[in-house]
């Protein structure tokens, strides 16, 4: 991947905004319980973080660079407009376009900020103790789903976050975790309570696609490993 970081960012800049990205994307975790009329108010903070990255690259006059597999999206994006011409539900159908375009842009800011290795390590982090904080409410304060059955889920602020959807957020920092306790990064014994703590919490989710999501994903991770 190319990076078009080339000291025109000032460091503190580059500092700013990469704590900016790793605070967001820890919270996109929560993000169902930070709603109201208009949708996800999480994506304010996504724009303050775009509009703060373009102001620098403006002020740097730097060159935006755009990645072919961002460009696929993008092109992917195009066509999903297009459909709203026949849509059936135009208000809903713009709503996800809408947000897919946020995600896009964010997307384009990451491409354009440097990474290096320490970088990519705190980012992870952060997500994955974003995970084990959602694992421990799930286990210390989880509610029945809809208040029946055996399967869990947690309520915040009113809004109640489905199962397979607390499942799918924790799966990922499960991998990432792992890979952390494999190899023995700076901190791995806290991560390898964060497997116990998110796993447990899976389970009480009851979710079946998680957990083959999973194990389908820790086979490939063992295998990718090996060689």
């Not at 304010?44 to 102001?55: R, T």
């Not at 740097?60 to 459909?83: A, D, E, M, Q």
């Not at 602020?157 to 959807?165: A, I, Q, T």
């Amino acid at each position: 991947m190319q990076y078009s970081y080339s000291g025109n960012i000032s460091r503190l800049d580059s500092s700013l905004l990469k704590c900016a990205y790793s605070i967001y994307l820890g919270l996109t975790i929560f993000e169902f319980a930070f709603n109201d009329e208009s949708g996800s108010l999480l994506k304010y903070f996504g724009f303050a973080i775009i509009i703060f990255w373009f102001v620098c690259i403006v002020r740097g006059h730097l060159k935006i660079i755009i990645n072919v597999p961002t460009k696929r999206l993008i092109c992917w994006w195009i066509v999903l407009c297009i459909s709203l011409l026949w849509s059936v539900n135009f208000s809903t159908g713009f709503y996800y376009i809408y947000s897919i375009a946020n995600v896009l842009c964010l997307i384009i800011v990451a491409e354009n900020m440097y990474w290096d290795k320490k970088s990519i390590v705190s980012l992870l982090q952060t997500y994955s103790i974003a995970a084990m904080i959602m694992g421990i409410i799930v286990i210390a304060k989880g509610n029945l789903y809809h208040g029946v059955g055996i399967r869990y889920t947690i309520r915040l602020f009113g809004s109640e976050m489905d199962p397979n959807g607390i499942s799918a957020y924790l799966s990922i920092p499960i991998l990432i975790m792992l890979h952390f306790v494999l190899k023995k990064v700076k901190g791995w014994k806290i991560f390898v309570l964060g497997i116990i703590v998110c796993g447990y919490a899976m389970l009480l989710t009851g979710s079946r696609g998680g957990f083959v999501a999973i194990l389908i994903g820790i086979i490939s991770f063992l295998l990718l490993d090996s060689f």
